[in-house]
């Protein structure tokens, strides 16, 4: 991709931009959707996943992304993969838990854990896109 002008990268970087903020809001749509068509507000509870999710990443791992995908001694970093996932499997426990007492129907159920995948697939393609080193800025 050298070798292409700045203004095509400049088109491309800006259509990845774009693409994550489709995905991003498909998976608020999602999330809403699963509340509003269905009457019951329950399933907002996985909201509180969503924003507690990053919080670890931003805490102890700082800008740092490619500590996540290795072997690491440091503690820190396994700490924050470890709280990482536990607030993944929060994210698609909650739903479950709420259809299994009853209080979702399969819908929701279905809807939330779509928008719980596109929102993995949205941080998988920022983290990717961060790596790339014609993308940094600093």
Do not use: R
Not at 16 to 29: D, M, Q, R, Y
Not at 90 to 105: F, M, N, R
């Amino acid at each position: 991709m050298a070798d292409l002008p700045g203004h095509v990268l400049a088109c491309l970087h800006t259509g990845k931009l774009a693409f994550l903020a489709i995905l991003v809001s498909g998976g608020i749509v999602l999330q809403i959707l699963a509340c509003a068509l269905f009457k019951n507000w329950w399933p907002m509870l996985t909201v509180i996943m969503y924003v507690l999710l990053p919080m670890p990443l931003l805490f102890f791992a700082g800008s740092d992304t490619s500590s996540l995908f290795t072997e690491s001694g440091n503690s820190w970093v396994d700490a924050t993969k470890f709280l990482t996932g536990a607030s993944a499997v929060g994210s698609i426990a909650i739903p479950a838990i709420l259809k299994h007492a009853g209080v979702i129907c399969w819908g929701a159920l279905a809807m939330e854990l779509s928008s719980f995948v596109i929102f993995v697939v949205a941080i998988m393609c920022y983290l990717q896109m961060n790596s790339e080193d014609d993308y940094k800025m600093f």
